[in-house]
Nanobody
Framework: QVQLVESGGGSVQAGGSLSLSCELS????????MAWFRQTPGEERKGVAS???????TYADSVKGRFTISKDDDKNTLILQMNSLKPEDSGLYYC??????????????????WGQGTQVTVSS
């Protein structure tokens, strides 16, 4: 059974940086669409970024130029480097994946498997 385990969340002041990791087991990150989502209380889960193979990553407009999604095939890990963080970036960040030939639109219903989430808090 495919499993995802996120790590790297925490608290940071606005303008700071954090790096999130998502380790994939029982599957290969190089063969799957991998994505990050964010959820805040009372709101729906929203797509942040997605990546498949060597294709150009997809980013939500709100994070373009500040966040970078990447993968480490040797460690079978997805990474989200978050720079110039803003308070509105706060939330529970989830890693998700689907086995498909290309990444689908970045909406939760398009992804099959989810991690447990890691909290990011950005203070002003």
């Amino acid at each position: 059974q495919v499993q995802l385990v996120e790590s790297g969340g925490g608290s940071v002041q606005a303008g700071g940086s954090l790096s999130l990791s998502c380790e994939l087991s029982m599957a290969s990150v190089s063969m799957r669409c991998m994505a990050w989502f964010r959820q805040t209380p009372g709101e729906e889960r929203k797509g942040v970024a997605s990546l498949q193979g060597r294709a150009t990553p997809t980013y939500a407009d709100s994070v373009k130029g500040r966040f970078t999604i990447s993968k480490d095939d040797d460690k079978n890990t997805l990474i989200l480097q978050m720079n110039s963080l803003k308070p509105e970036d706060s939330g529970l960040y989830y890693c998700a994946t689907i086995l498909y030939y290309e990444c689908p639109p970045l909406v939760p219903s398009n992804f099959q498997t989810w991690g447990q989430g890691t909290q990011v808090t950005v203070s002003s």
